[in-house]
Structures are given as C-alpha cells and as structure tokens.
C-alpha cells in the first residue's frame, strides 16, 4: 500500500463509520415514515417538502454516506475473499462509484 493510500484511509474508515451510524439509524426511521406512515396517511403528503432545504440537507446524508459504507465493505469483502480483483480498479469501482452517487444525489437534490 502505498504513502497516498495510508494518507486518505482515516477518511474512508470515517465514511465508513458515518455512514453505517445512518443506515442503522436513519434509514429505518425513514422507511417507517415512507413505506407505512405516508401510504397510510398518518402523515400527509403535500410534495412540497422536498423543497425544504433542511429536508435535501437530511436526504443528502441519508443517501450519500450509506454509499461509502457500502464501498468501503464491498471493497474489503471482495479483498478477504481473495476472488483475484485487481485491487485498484476494484477501489475505483467502489470508491467511485460512491463519488458518482454522491454528485448525482446532490444534483437530483438541487433540482428539485
């Protein structure tokens, strides 16, 4: 591994770490809210919410940081299973692919 790598991997693991505290935290908050309180109407749904800057701000981090949590485990489980992967594309595959879903969060979010 080399210097560059060590250099960023504390901000991987932090990631890592932020983005498993949201999927453990948030994201069954928000399918409870989504998938039963909407449909049901305890909650109602005007779609104006989602024009609410702290609301793309809560969306933004739900959905970005569960995708460097998902990187950096699939990365390292492909790494432990010794499949063969070349490990740098498997890091721009992971790693780049959680940069891609974050830009194109952001810009979804923007949009709306």
Excluded at 1 to 28: C, Q, R
Excluded at 81 to 105: D, E, I, S
């Amino acid at each position: 591994m080399s210097s560059t790598n060590k250099n960023i991997e504390p901000l991987w693991w932090g990631l890592f770490s932020a983005g498993g505290v949201v999927a453990a935290f948030l994201v069954p908050i928000h399918i409870f809210i989504f998938g039963l309180a909407v449909p049901l109407g305890w909650i109602p749904d005007t779609g104006e919410l989602f024009r609410h800057w702290p609301v793309k701000i809560y969306l933004f981090v739900l959905i970005a940081l569960p995708l460097y949590h998902w990187a950096h485990r699939f990365y390292f489980t492909v790494n432990d299973m010794r499949l063969g992967v070349p490990r740098g594309p498997l890091a721009v595959f992971c790693y780049g692919g959680a940069v891609v879903g974050t830009v194109m969060t952001l810009w979804v979010l923007l949009q709306l």
